[in-house]
């Protein structure tokens, strides 16, 4: 399988709980490298944009006020099958519905809440890895 990269969040829930080593080390233990990483605030536009593709769902204005409730910290992960492989360390994203030892099950507090964003597909990865990072800021 190819060595692929995938964007990573650790959401405002889990930075206000002090987790963030703990989730690194899910990434890491499953064979994920960490090639970029930053801490910071998303301002409202930043969120909205981010999130656009939900901009229909119900859940839409609360998820944006959730995701600019606190730092979060962004991520590239890098490894073979990075996307999925990533997927499957987050688990489900309702944590009641997520296997036991993934992120969400182990820390999400709801299905809002829950700890973690990971990049579905190759063409989102690509386009939220440059969201966040120019090619300078990553180091495989
Ligand atoms: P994912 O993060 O597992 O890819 P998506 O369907 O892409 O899930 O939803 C994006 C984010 O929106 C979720 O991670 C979660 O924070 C939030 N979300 C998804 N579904 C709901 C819902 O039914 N109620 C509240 N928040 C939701
Ligand atoms: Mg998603």
């Known amino acids: 399988m ?3 990269r995938t964007l990573s ?4 829930d889990a930075t206000r709980r002090n987790l963030t080593g703990k989730i690194i080390a899910k990434f890491e233990e499953a064979g994920l490298k960490v090639v970029a990483s930053r801490r910071l605030k998303l301002s409202q536009a930043d969120a909205e944009a981010f999130y656009g593709v939900h901009k229909e769902r119900p859940f839409f204005k609360d998820l944006v006020s959730f995701m600019i409730s606190g730092p979060v910290v ?5 490894g073979e099958g990075a996307i999925q492989k990533n997927r499957d360390v987050m688990g489900a994203t309702n944590p009641a519905n997520a296997a036991p030892g993934t992120i969400r099950k182990e820390f999400a507090e709801s299905i809002e809440a829950n700890s973690v964003h990971g990049s579905d597909a190759p063409e989102t990865a690509a ?6 990072f120019r090619d300078l800021d990553i180091v495989g």
């Open 74 to 78: 962004v991520q590239v992960l890098e």
């Open 2 to 4: 190819a060595v692929e």
């Open 127 to 132: 386009n939220e890895i440059k969201f966040f």
């Open 9 to 12: 969040i650790i959401k405002p």
